[in-house]
């Protein structure tokens, strides 16, 4: 099946969740923030955007670090590079070589952002559960997986507002649903649950870095469009 088949089947399964955010963006004056305001331009709004997912991306390569060192024994790092472990994402129509990438539209380019940043809502809510189970679990381990989870729900936000924008559409207030990528099983033992996290966070952060990459060409759509790798 082509890309562009896959593409077009799941642009319409999940055109109904742009409409899953009724409410305009806030008008702020701080660097980061993804605000509330329905007058804000489509390139302030994606320059802020970006921002969001540089930051995200970031924390995410902070917080992977800091489990690894504080929870996985180096041969355990080798296994995970050995077994071959699917991220969730896996699964979905995402591009991912750079020909792939090239062919796709701006519009699609942020649905690709969006499924990645909705699969990983649900999956950063339960690691913030399991992560309160380990013993000796730095405070700012912690921290740092709660204030992912809360900005992620942010660039949503911001992403769903921004292909508002593209596609020139009203407001936005229909809702959607979609059955989670992610299957939640009790470990077996504390191995297991230690590698299932391990996993979950090496794939966020390379999940992180994807969205990062595509808002940034979409940035340089904008500006460049015919220099863009």
């Not at 930051?55 to 790092?77: G, H, K, N, Q, Y």
């Not at 896996?90 to 750079?98: C, F, G, Q, R």
């Not at 204030?147 to 936005?172: P, T």
Request: negative net charge.
């Amino acid at each position: 099946m082509s890309l562009l088949t896959v593409t077009v089947s799941w642009a319409l399964l999940l055109w109904p969740c742009l409409f899953t955010v009724s409410v305009p963006l806030d008008c702020k004056d701080e660097q980061v923030s993804i605000t509330r305001c329905p007058f804000i331009s489509q390139e302030k709004l994606l320059d802020r955007v970006i921002q969001h997912a540089e930051l995200i991306s970031r924390i995410s390569e902070e917080t992977c670090s800091l489990f690894e060192e504080m929870f996985v024994p180096f041969p355990l790092r080798l296994q995970r590079n050995q077994a071959g472990y699917t991220c969730i994402t896996k699964a979905l129509p995402i591009p991912s070589s750079k020909s792939e990438i090239q062919q796709i539209s701006d519009t699609w380019l942020l649905h690709s952002v969006l499924m990645l940043v909705q699969s990983w809502i649900e999956p950063l809510i339960y690691l913030q559960t399991t992560l309160d189970q380990y013993d000796n679990a730095p405070v700012i381990l912690l921290n740092k997986t709660k204030w992912v989870s809360e900005k992620l729900i942010s660039l949503e936000q911001g992403v769903v507002v921004l292909i508002k924008k593209l596609l020139d559409e009203g407001a936005l207030t229909a809702s959607f649903s979609e059955q989670s990528l992610f299957q939640y099983e009790p470990a077996p033992d504390l191995l297991e649950s230690v590698m299932r996290d391990y996993i979950l966070l090496s794939c966020f952060k390379k999940d992180t870095h994807k969205m990062e990459i595509f808002l940034k060409l979409l940035k340089c759509r904008q500006t460049d469009k015919y220099n863009c790798a």
